[in-house]
């Protein structure tokens, strides 16, 4: 903050003591503007917060200067219990769907709603539940752990990020338009938050059957157990490779078709 405050008064033309306390004060305020993130691991396999961790090019000057993470059990030494309570945030990221028999989550996830400005449900078992929904319980570390739901049917949700895992871009857009308040931009991602039940036929029903589809192929690239293949140019599904993440959906570019903004643009 020093060298902040610093730089913004140009010290080395003018003393110290010249400097008012307004100056001073303002730059102060800019240092604190920084958006404060939070990272939420529910039920899942970490495999998202790997988007975070794998110091890609894209991510590590946005996470390193550009925001402060102030929680996190994998990505800040930061943990929340009675005795520290937890910060609030203006972003956070949910991994993973939640336990309805883990008293812990629930409970967290909750506080969560309160502390954040945004809630993120961060991949795809956060925004869909994923394969988790075929859970049946009986696992020999938890037996009792066997209901798992996307984030959205417990609290509140504003964004929803498509991906298993999400892709740094997708992650680094994500921040950085928070950080500029352009929300419109962030639009595609706040349609996705009803979107609770995921299975690849709805390229075929919601796409293709609409004659929507252009060919391009990202459904088939972003399938991450290549359920999805290209024939004739049209996406085709393998139901027996298919475990329900809705990614391929989701990245589609005509699945979100904004007709109510095209109509604005256009004076329509």
Known sequence: MLARIKEFLGMEAKPKEEASQQEV?????????KPRIGYIHLSGCTGDAMSLTENYDILAPLLTEMVDIVYGQTLADVWWDD??????????LVEGSVCLQDEHSMKELLEVREKAGLVVAFGSCAAT????RYSRGGQQANPRHESFVPVAD?????????????????????????INGDMDYLQPMMDLVGYTEACGCDLQLKVVNQALCIGCGTCAM??????????????????????KCGICYTQCPRSWWPAERINMDLGL
């Open 222 to 243: 972003s399938c991450p157990t290549r359920a999805v293949g290209m024939t004739d140019g049209r996406p085709e599904l393998n139901e027996d490779r298919c475990v």
């Open 129 to 132: 539940g994923c394969f988790t």
């Open 83 to 92: 005795e520290n309570p937890m910060p609030e945030m203006d972003l956070a």
């Open 154 to 178: 417990v609290v509140k949700v504003d964004l929803a990020m498509p991906g298993c895992p999400p892709s740094p871009e997708i992650i680094a857009k994500t921040v950085v338009a928070v």
């Open 25 to 33: 004060e303002k730059v102060a305020e800019e240092e604190k503007a």
